[in-house]
């Protein structure tokens, strides 16, 4: 794995390094994620702009992506997508959401919608769990 590492310092991972991502960090993140490696400086720009593009600054930019390196990898049409119907629905700050709870991004809008298709079923208004998801990032999570 260090051999990789040091291959992916050299060569492929320059802008997360840019970010001020450390070596340790970067490590945790290939453990987490192998196929990072794989990706080239525009894919991983495009994940950077995404996050930029709700709000996010870039020390948020960094701990998302430290926290949850998967996020790289997945297909910008499906982040943009769940960061629509999150707009849809009503919530305001995505930004802070993702910074709460950065596994976030690995929901697919689908299951979003599910979520709260099944709480409307139930009784609640859609204010209401806009709320609760604003209050409580990892509530997706919980059900």
Do not use: H, W
């Amino acid at each position: 794995l260090y051999d990789i590492f040091i291959l992916c310092k050299e060569y492929m991972m320059n802008r997360l390094f840019e970010l001020g991502i450390s070596d340790k960090e970067m490590k945790f993140m290939l453990e987490q994620c192998s196929d990072i490696i794989n990706m080239s400086e525009i894919e991983v720009d495009e994940k950077i702009d995404i996050l930029k593009y709700i709000g996010c600054t870039m020390k948020q930019v960094k701990n998302i992506i430290i926290a949850n390196p998967y996020y790289l990898c997945r297909m910008n049409e499906d982040i943009l997508k769940l960061i629509s119907y999150l707009k849809k629905i009503g919530l305001s700050s995505i930004y802070l959401l993702f910074d709460s709870n950065p596994y976030f991004l690995n929901n697919d809008d689908f299951e979003i919608r599910e979520y709260v298709d099944k709480r409307i079923s139930n009784g609640d208004s859609l204010e209401d769990i806009v709320d609760d998801i604003e209050s409580n990032p990892y509530i997706i999570d919980e059900e």
